[in-house]
């Protein structure tokens, strides 16, 4: 179905879309336009399968970066605490590289290990900040084309003594080198849940219930409180997710390395990024033809949200692979130690008309950053505005309905008779609500039981003025039909020939011209 509403010159664009949409979706399996990307050159090379974790640390080795993300070429600090005699560095940059799923970039990095100071919280925030000493400054410097090529990397740190294992993960970026497909890495998301030291942003995994308004980057990612997603320590959510619910294994799996696997598979032409990069960079999106949020990205601030609407009106066509999308608004703020930057996430959400200094400062001037829900008063500019969706309810785990299996999108997707991709729909879902963007079509409506009543979640399409797509999945388990990393071990395989197909599909149509920007 379309909702309703559309004027008609949204009508005019439905049937222009779907015209396009038939000329673009291909026989065949998903592949990117291009034969012999830097994607396919760097999975050609040989990868490793030694960089999974086997004896994950709980506090024996572990770090952080000085940057969520580097550009090719910068310098990166590490800051690693040890009680081992020396700490080894292996570094990875993640990828498909023929199912081992990671290429050994730099290995070897021997370090004499070093304790360092223990924070203590800030009595009125619950900031937990560390201010450790530099051990090993990380340079990447390119001596041949594909060296340190954009992508997720991975130092793997392990001790000498113990042999305990956890990461420091990092993006590195090109942001000069154009390509179809930008990949979000959400790390806001990532600390927002993260509770290394005892606090994070939710009473239910803060020691005591006593959460942080504010988090820090300087300080490493704990291990999860799953017993078995101990294995994505130090990485934030890219690997396994920070489970606030230990009891939940559906979620703790993980979301975004499972898209990354299949985009590297498949030789898309992509490049890489965080949302602090998102923040910080007013036209990011400047070279791209498609902007990726994968999984979980429900941390925004407000120039994340600005200059994300202004890649889509620019052309920039988005996918969100993704739920509880943008669903709190979030601040960023120096460094209270170094004064570095972007190092503070500031969250007072439930509590923020008692406690936000926004709210209390008696400037209505300001009211707009106000730390709560995108949706609520004062700043009230609900998601669905420029996602076409938005959060309805957890836990979900359940099967996507395709309401629209003659849409073009589902153009040679073999589809079960039910029309049912089983087994992608939740952990959290987001729905249709009422005053979304014009001519939004619904492309699934799933529904879902719980608590004795039916909840629902939706897939929608719709074409911006600018002529950019947008795409939004509804579900964060969209990616565990595309690659089954991290079953059986946190959950049951759930690999989809049909949302695998599907996707190609879709991304075809988010990186075709109409959405294509001006250069």
């Known amino acids: 179905m379309t909702v309703s509403g559309c004027k008609t010159g949204a009508s005019i664009r439905i049937v222009l879309t779907i015209l396009m949409l038939t000329t673009l979706v291909e026989s065949g399996c998903p592949r990117p336009s291009h034969a012999a990307s830097l994607i396919t050159q760097e999975n050609a090379r040989p990868g490793q399968s030694d960089w999974v974790l086997t004896d994950p640390a709980d506090h024996e080795v572990e770090g952080y970066a000085s940057a969520t993300s580097i550009q090719r070429g910068e310098p990166l600090r590490l800051y690693i605490h040890s009680t081992d005699p020396q700490v080894t560095v292996d570094i990875y940059r993640m990828g498909w590289y023929g199912g081992t799923g990671a290429r050994l970039v730099r290995g070897g990095i021997t370090l004499p290990g070093a304790r360092q100071p223990m924070p203590t919280p800030d009595p009125v925030t619950g900031l937990i900040e560390c201010r450790w000493q530099v051990s090993y400054t990380l340079t990447t410097e390119t001596h041949e084309k594909n060296d340190w090529l954009s992508g997720v990397y991975l130092a793997k740190l392990t001790g000498s003594a113990s042999g305990k294992q956890s990461y420091i993960i990092f993006v590195v970026r090109e942001d000069d080198r154009p390509s179809e497909f930008l990949f979000q890495s959400s790390v806001t998301t990532f600390q927002a849940y993260n509770n290394w030291g005892g606090k994070s942003t939710y009473p239910s995994n803060s020691r005591d219930e006593q959460w942080a308004r504010k988090v820090s980057f300087n300080r490493p990612y704990a291990r999860s409180q799953h017993p078995q997603g101990g294995s994505g320590i130090g990485a934030g959510e890219f690997l396994t997710a920070m489970s606030i619910h230990p009891t939940r294994a559906l979620s703790t799996a993980g979301w975004e390395y499972n898209m990354v696997r299949w985009l590297e598979r498949h030789g898309y032409d992509v490049t890489y990024s965080t949302d602090i990069d998102t923040h910080t960079r007013a036209e990011f999106w400047k070279g791209h033809k498609t902007w990726l949020s994968v999984g979980h990205d429900e941390y925004w601030s407000a120039e994340m949200r600005r200059h994300v ?107 079960p008779p039910d029309h049912r991709l089983p087994g992608l729909l939740g952990y959290e879902i987001d729905q249709v609500f009422a005053n979304g963007p014009a001519g939004l079509t619904v492309l699934a409506h799933s529904s879902y039981p719980r608590d004795g009543e039916a909840v629902y979640g939706d897939m929608t399409l719709y074409q911006a003025q600018s002529g950019a797509f947008i795409f939004a999945a509804g579900t964060i388990q969209w990616s565990w039909g595309l690659d089954d990393y991290n079953a059986p071990t946190l959950r049951t395989a759930r690999s989809s020939q049909a949302a695998q197909r599907i996707t190609g599909n879709i991304l075809r149509l988010l990186a075709s011209p109409a959405s294509s920007p001006a250069h």
């Not at 730390?371 to 004062?378: A, G, I, L, N, Y």
């Open 309 to 415: 609407e202004e890649a889509r009106d620019h052309g920039v066509g988005l996918g969100f692979f993704s739920a509880n999308t943008c669903y709190w608004q979030i601040r960023l703020e120096p460094s209270l130690l170094t004064g570095e930057p972007n190092r503070t996430m500031v969250s007072y959400k439930e509590v923020a008309w008692n406690e936000d200094p926004l709210a209390l400062d008696g400037d209505p001037s300001n009211d707009q950053l106000i730390t709560v829900q995108w949706r609520e008063s004062p700043v009230q500019r609900p998601e669905q505005a420029l996602l076409g969706v938005m959060y309805g309810t957890v836990p979900v785990d359940g099967d996507i309905l395709i309401t629209q299996p003659e849409h073009p999108l589902f153009n040679g997707v073999d589809l």
